[in-house]
Structure formats: C-alpha cells, structure tokens
C-alpha cells in the first residue's frame, strides 16, 4: 500500500514539470505580447515595462526564474491586473470557483444517482423515458446556450432568482450558475448509474438476496448500490475536469468572478503569470484529484490491487 | 407503447415552448412595473437609496489613475478623481480642481488658481505641489503609462516620458500652494481637455510613497474626486462611496456606486433586464431591434467620437501607387446599408475621416453628394481605369479582429465589391492581439508584409479634430497603411503651432481634403454610443464623449 503511494506521487512530479514547461512556452508562442495594444507604447516605457516583468531576459532564464519564485509559493505579478499578484487573483478565485464546482458536482451526483437509479427500477417505464429524454437533452444542449436561458426564464421572466454576479456570496446567486454547471453532468451521471444499475440488478447475487427474502429497500442500498456506482466513481475524474472547463464558460456567462473567468481574461490578455497560475494550480489540483479517485476506487473494488 | 410515446411528444413540446417563450422576448413588464410612478407626483422626488449600479464593461487593469487605460477604467477614474479641469454632462470642459485659469497672450503660460477647499479623502488639501508631483510621475518612464502621448503638448513633456530628460525640466511648477503655473511648447487649442484625462490627475503623494504598487487597494487609495474606493472584488465588483471631503459634495446625490465588469455584453443586458443594474456600458448590436421595440425610453444612442473604416496597406502592390483602385473600392460600398442594415444603431454614414467634433467642419468626398448608383457607375470606370476587369479581377484580403459584427460587415463589404465591380474578396479573421501583431509586422525596407486591407476603428482621446489628424501622419506609430504625404504631415504642423482656432481648423481641414483624395483608408462610418438606462435614473446628458460622473446622476423614486 505504502509502495503504491509513494510510487504515484513520485508519478505526479514529472506530470507536472511537464505541464508546466508546455504550458510555460506555448502562451510566449501565441502571437501577440500582454502589452499590446490599439496605442504604440514609447519605446522607452516597453522597454522598462518588459524589464519589469523580466521578458528582456532570455527564455530558459525566465523558466527558471519562474520555477524558482514556484517553489518559494510566488506566482509572479499579473499582466493584466496590474495592481494585484497572481497569488492574490487565485485566493480570491478559487473559493469561488471551488463552491461552484463542488455544488455542481454534489448537485449533479445526488440527482443523477437519483434520476438514474430511478430509471433502471422502473426499466422501459414513461419514467424511465422522461428521465432519460431530460437527461439526453442535458447532454446535448450546450451551456451557452442552456446558462442564458435559464437566466432569462428563471431572473429576467419569473424573478425568482439573481441573473448574475456574486451578490456578496450569497446563495440565491449560486443557484442558476450551479445548475447550468450541473446539468450535463447529471444526464451522464443518469445514464451510467441507469446502466450499471440494470445490470447488477440481474446478476446473481441479487437474485440470491431477493430469494432470501430481503426487503428491496435494503437490496438495492446495501448490495446493489455500492457495486453500481463504480463507473460513477471513475467517471468523477473526468466529471472534475469537465466542470472545470465548464465553469470557464459558465462564469463568464453569470459574470462570476473565479478562476475560469481569470483564465479567459488572461488567456486573452496574454497575462502570462495568470494564466501559468491557473495552469499549474488546476493542473496540481488535478493530479492529486486523480490520486484520490484511484484509492476511492481500490477501496471500492477489491480487484484493484495495490501491486 | 402509444402513450408512452404520446408522453414523450408532450414533454418535447413543453421544452420547445418554454424555449421559444424565452426568446421572443415580448414580455417587457420587467424593470416597467415603476415606471409611471418614477420620481413622485412632480417626477423629481429622489428615492431613499441612491446606488447606482453600472454595468462597466471589462475589469481595469489598474486604479492608478497614470496606469490606467481603456474606457472603464476612465469611468470609474473620473469618480475616484479630479483633473484640474472636469466635464459637465453636456461634454463641456468645465472648472474642476482648479477654479479659475488665466492663459498667456501667446497661447504658451497657463496659470491655475486651484480652489482653496480642494481635499483629499483623508481631508488634506490638494496643492499645486500635489500637481507638480503627479504631473512628473505620470511622465516618469518609472510608472510605465501608456498615455504620456497625451501630456505632449507639456514644455519637455516628451523628452521626460522617453527618460532624455529627468521630470524635474518638465514644464509645470507651483508658484505658491495655490497656483499652479503648466508651460506648453505650443499653443494648444484643446489642452483644456487634456487636464480630465487620467494621465493629468493627481495622486496622493503620501499614500504613493508609503504603499508602493499596493497604494490603489482599498484603504490605500487616497482620492480627490467625488468618491472613494471601499472594495475591489477583481472580475467581481468596484464599490465606491461619497468622498465626504470632496469640494462639491454637497451636491453629489449618489451616495454609492457599484462597477461591475461586464465583458459578455449579453450576460450585461439580462442582468439590466432583471433589474440588476441601472446603467449598461453598451447593448449588443444584435438586440439593439428588440431594445427599440420594447424597451425604446430605455435605449440611449448618441454620436460617438470615434470613425470605423478600412486601412488600406500603402506600401506594396496592389494599392501603393493606385489612388484609382482605392477610390474604386471606396466608391462601391454602400454605406447606409452597412449602418441600417448591417450595424443597425443609427450609426452615421461617413465620407470624411474626422467625426463631428467641436471647433471644427468635418470635410467629406466630394462623391458623398452624389447619388449611390452615380457612385458605383464612377467605381466601375476606376476600376478598369486602374486595369481590371471581369476577366482578371483584382484578388484582395480583409483582415479584422475576431467578432460577429465586424465579420457581418467585411462580408456585406465583400459582397458589395463583388457585385459592382467584380472584386473576389477573401476574409480572414484574428483574436485582437494576433490581428495587431499581423497588421504591424514590417520588413525592414519599412513595408506592410502581412496586410491588404484590414479593419480600423479609433476613437478619439480628446474633443478636437487633431486626435483624427494625428493618427494619419507620417511619424505616427498607427499608421498602419505607411501613408506618407509631406503635404499632409506640413498642415498637420502648421495646425500644431496655430494659436487662432480659425486658422488652425482650416489647416486641419485642408489636411483631410488631401487625405480624402489620398484614401490610404476607406472611411465607413461614425460611432454611436448605445446603452441602456433604467427612467429612474435622472441627469444623464448624451455627450460626444459619452462620459457620465455619476456625481452628477440621481436615482429617482420609483
């Protein structure tokens, strides 16, 4: 057990140098400098506006550079904001990014598990048929297009709820952003528990169970369950990732300010440091994300062997 | 199996409904249910709460005002701060630190009397030494601001931005804590103005001084204007409140103001829509219809000081040497298509280069009488003049910077030239940085290498005709076609040096008579600006500049 620990972790280290480097020099690759823009600078003032962000140093110096202030926790000054540190944008960001991301995901984990567990009791049923229509639309109408209708339905129409911003943290204001994140994946959620469900419900040591008399209540929460909900748990990775990606869309939409949004900005921007940030923050959080979802998963599944 | 299907027929019905009842958008009784009770029985009374919440666009790239740069930080700046100078709401350059000025005989010595109960939102006063000071930072190639161009006409102004020159020879001192004396090279017709630009206001020694880069935080910033910054929420919000020590603050209304950045125009108006914020900083041109529709008392659309056209890359084949071919082009295009049916705000049509600015007659095309049909019948014969024709026509690209509506007109464009003269146009688009970087890149015998004709827009920085001139001179680091006319550049000097406003305006205006003769760009039309303003909101005067201290706004009952 303890050999497979250190094993993935030491796995994790070059990952991330690697991401670190492609990231590092492909942003410097993209056409287009941070400063930029419709008025040509004095030649004078970019040349001191490049040396105080070090880009008149050569490349590999400032990879090293960039490395260097890394492991110190110093991500460098933003591009864009120029009044505040990278550091400083991911604190502000990533708490909200966090109770996006986490509220969509448990949304949609409770209400796929739910909507499909659902479906697969009552197979070929209408309710199976809702369900899976719901869910199917779910999947393929993308949220841009679902976010603003949900705001103009549910803010601008009925006014029941705020049609963005942060409203000084308040719930009300993460309701709309958290289903318009949560809903595609509360359609695949569905379908895998809805198909993982049917299965183990046929198979015979449930049939065993239901021979010995036990209530259905207790055989689907205490055997039927727990095996079904394998292929959710493996696909909470990716779901992470894709409500990250997620969020870079829906953020924008909802003018809510975390990462994703930083990310456009700086993307566009061509903020360097804060895109490098996000990169190498997300990109940590990711690795360790995946880290966890492999011991969930060998504590899950006595076949995945620590070897 | 029938009902079951049945059912599924229902429900996709149901979706199709509600989606189709969320975009028709006829439904206006949101943000309207008020509106006939706005402002009381004599429509002036004030509500109890006076915030203001303005949809602003992007987030700024710095609260320093001699950082900052773009419209919303220009928004948020003229509420933290105070020029010497401010505007009224009409536009009109108005006292603002300083409550009077003198100007020497020759245009050159101008002397400002500051107002003795100027403070600063600690409560200090604000003093001809806080100027001097703020003038020499903004300068300072130290500070790195993008807008020392615009300080220029300050004796030594240039030669202190470019670090020739230490910012204690710059042109302005103190003759007592009062009196603020700024020397210029020229005489400058529009320097007035110049004084509420950002880059001319003044910052807080002390707090400078004491904070480094982290003086702009909330707490930090020390501010002379109407308010003063509480919280800063980056991509979040701005919330700014009455400066209590501000001069004029007994007629400041507003007690609040919240900035929110709003890059997704659309997210912007749903969230105006849901009574979310008062003022929007634009509307997205695609709802500009349904605004007029439905919510018409609420669109605001008013000339803008700003001119969109096409550059024309001067420097290599096909256009250097062909005025014929550039004409032709010019002539072909239909422009109160593309400003009503393609644009669609009431944009103007333009045939001249300088948007309507004040001391000054904008020039046009001498075709811009001319009927369309007599000016595509004139394109044709350039056109072959210029030696093409249906059976070898000129093959061209556009290039324009990624977004729906300029895409929309360089394929109207496009297609305009293909039907009058036979042109084949190909388009090609780039995301902003990439299309600056494309449009400027140069050989080194100074020639345009990746540009045909590509997409402009400017707007000007300044009320006055030379913010236009300038762009198109030869010395200028935007012009992007390399239009070099000694003739041009002459005028352009002569204007410089022009202290009779008369005089100046005609050398200004003869110089866009040559320009359009030269057509190194192919002028479209002038901006508009368009937003939308709850009724309640009262005291926002349309301007050319479209700029509105909220100091000068009040919420209504309602």
């Known amino acids: ?307 | 199996m029938r009902i079951k299907k049945g059912h599924r027929l229902k429900l996709l019905l149901v979706a199709v409904a509600l989606i189709l009842g969320a975009c028709s958008g006829n439904d206006d009784s949101v943000g309207m249910a008020g509106s006939l009770m706005v402002g009381g029985v004599n429509g002036d009374e004030l509500a109890e709460a006076q915030v203001m919440r303005r949809g602003n666009g992007a987030e700024p790239q710095s609260l320093d005002p001699h950082r900052a740069e773009g419209v919303p930080s220009g928004n948020i700046q003229r509420d933290l701060f105070e020029g010497l100078t401010i505007e009224a709401p009409n536009g009109d350059v108005i006292p603002g630190v300083a409550e009077s000025w003198r100007i020497s005989e020759d245009g050159r010595i101008y002397v400002f009397q500051l107002r003795a109960n100027a403070r600063w939102s600690n409560g200090g006063p604000v003093t001809a030494h806080d100027f001097v000071y703020s003038f020499r930072r903004s300068l300072d190639p130290e500070t790195l601001s993008r807008y020392t161009f615009i300080l220029a006409p300050i004796l030594n102004a240039e030669a202190v931005a470019s670090g020739t020159m230490p910012p204690a020879e710059l042109g302005v001192r103190a003759l007592d804590d009062h009196r603020l004396e700024i020397t210029l090279r020229s005489v400058t017709p529009y320097f007035l103005g110049v004084l509420n630009h950002s880059a001319s206001y003044p910052v807080h020694r002390g707090s400078v001084e004491a904070h480094g880069n982290r003086w702009t935080r909330p707490g930090n910033l020390v501010s002379n204007g109407a308010y003063l910054l509480v919280e800063r929420f980056p991509e979040s919000h701005i919330k700014i409140v009455r400066n209590p020590y501000y001069w004029d603050n007994d007629s400041t209304v507003i007690d609040e103001v919240w900035y929110y950045p709003t890059e997704d125009s659309a997210s912007e108006l749903r969230r105006y829509r849901a009574g979310e914020l008062e003022l929007t900083s634009t509307v997205p041109s695609k709802q500009i219809g349904w605004a007029q529709e439905n919510l018409p008392d609420q669109l605001v659309i008013a000339p803008y000081l700003g001119t969109y056209y096409y550059g024309i890359n001067l420097t290599k084949p096909p256009f250097a040497d062909s005025p014929a071919l550039r004409r032709a082009l010019t002539l072909a295009i239909d422009r109160e298509i593309i400003t009503e049916e393609i644009a669609g705000a009431g944009q103007i049509p333009a045939f001249g280069w300088v948007p309507p600015v004040i001391n000054y007659t904008g020039q046009q095309m001498p075709e811009a009488a001319w009927t369309q049909a007599e000016r595509e019948e004139e394109a044709r014969r350039l056109y072959l003049e210029a030696g093409y024709s249906d059976e070898d026509p000129l093959r061209l690209e556009v290039l324009y910077n990624t977004l729906e509506d300029h895409r929309r007109i360089a394929v109207g464009i496009a297609s305009m030239w293909k039907s009058i003269l036979g042109v084949e146009t190909s388009l090609l688009n780039q995301e902003w940085r990439v299309f600056l970087d494309t449009k400027r890149k140069k050989d080194e015998m100074n020639v345009y290498t990746e540009t045909e004709v590509f997409r402009g827009g400017w707007i000007g920085d300044y009320n006055d005709a030379f913010t236009f001139s300038e762009l198109m001179h030869s010395g200028s680091g935007l012009n992007d076609s390399g239009y070099i006319n000694p003739d041009y550049d002459l005028l352009l000097e002569l204007a410089s040096k022009e202290g009779d406003l008369k005089k100046r305006a005609e050398y200004l205006q003869e110089a866009e008579i040559i320009l359009l003769k030269d057509l190194p760009i192919i002028p479209l039309y002038f901006y508009v600006s368009t937003y939308m303003v709850k009724p309640w909101v009262k005291g926002l005067t349309t301007n050319i500049m479209n700029h509105h201290y909220s100091k000068n706004l009040q919420i209504l009952s309602h």
């Open chain 1, 1 to 307: 057990m303890l050999n497979y620990f250190v094993r993935r972790i030491l796995g994790i280290i070059p990952t991330l140098f690697v991401l670190m480097a492609l990231a590092f020099f492909l942003i410097r690759l993209a056409p287009g400098g941070p400063f930029d823009s419709e008025k040509v600078l004095l030649p004078e003032i970019e040349a001191n506006l490049r040396a105080a962000y070090h880009l008149d140093e050569p490349l590999y110096q400032q990879f090293a550079r960039y490395l260097g202030n890394l492991l110190q926790g110093d991500f460098g000054p933003s591009f864009q904001y120029r009044d505040l540190t990278v550091t400083e944008l991911i604190m502000t960001g990533f708490p909200i990014s966090l109770r996006l991301g986490a509220g969509a995901m448990v949304f949609a984990v409770i209400f796929g598990v739910l909507a499909g567990s659902v479906a697969a009791l009552w197979q070929n049923s209408r309710t199976d048929y809702f369900v899976m229509v719901i869910s199917m639309t779910g999947i393929s109408v993308p949220s841009f297009v679902m976010a603003p209708l949900l705001v103009l339905v549910f803010a601008v129409y009925l006014g029941w709820l705020p049609a963005g911003g942060l409203g000084g943290g308040s719930l009300r204001n993460m309701v709309l952003p958290v289903v318009a994140l949560a809903l595609p994946q509360i359609a695949y959620i569905a379908r895998l528990t809805r198909g993982s469900l049917i299965e183990i419900l046929r198979s015979n040591f449930i049939r065993t169970a239901k021979a010995q008399g036990l209530p259905m209540g207790k055989i689907l929460l205490v055997h039927a369950l727990k095996p079904a909900l394998l292929p959710v748990v493996s696909y909470l990775g990716p779901a992470t990732a894709a409500i990250i990606t997620g969020s870079v869309v829906i953020e924008q939409i909802f003018g809510i300010p975390g990462l994703g949004r930083f990310f456009v900005q700086g993307a566009l921007n061509r903020d360097y440091t804060l895109v490098m940030g996000i990169v190498v923050f997300y990109g940590v959080l990711i690795v360790v994300f995946n880290f966890l979802v492999d011991l969930a998963y060998a504590w899950l599944d006595p076949k995945v062997r620590y070897g």
